[in-house]
């Protein structure tokens, strides 16, 4: 398996004490969780997933670590590399909103203080700046594209100050 993310990088000699109904009950109130508990573990998700060959727990095994309540899950690199392609939720026979799941997970994930270093410092440029990164004229130029349009950046703030960009983690 490839170098990858997160400290749940196998299954192997590990052992889960804590299977905690608490965090089943917790995803099955993020958006799309309601569905979890229907999941037959067919793996017809991980089958469709464009990065099953990448990552170390696959989607499926995600779903099933959901229902056990096994935290850990959170530390998987599936999480993160996930490309939100929304494969599997078109797959899953079961109609779960799995791709949605895993935006709820993130979050989780993010507000712990479990994510790929990076995130953090992309997330207050995106607050300082009100964009990732800048585009430079030749891209645009290249891509015939008008100038990025002037923005009032204290509107951008008041969004994401709105929606506690800076704060998430103060939600745990
Ligand atoms: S496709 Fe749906 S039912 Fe099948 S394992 Fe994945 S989530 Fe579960
Ligand atoms: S949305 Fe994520 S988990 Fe689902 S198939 Fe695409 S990459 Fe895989």
Known sequence: MADSWGSLDSFEGKEFNTLDPEFTKKVTKL????DLTTCFQC???SA???VSDKVNIQIHEVMRMLLFGLKEVLDS???WLCTTCYQCQERCPQGIDI???LFGLKNMAFRKGIRPQGYASARQNL???????APTDWEREDLELDPVPEFDINDTKKLF???KLLSLEEEE
């Open 48 to 50: 469709g997933c464009p």
């Open 77 to 79: 690199d599936m999480v």
């Open 99 to 101: 791709t949605d799941i």
């Open 161 to 163: 100050d709105k929606n």
């Open 127 to 133: 607050y300082d700046n009100g964009k990732l990164y």
């Open 43 to 45: 793996s017809k998700c």
């Open 31 to 34: 958006i799309g969780g309601q």
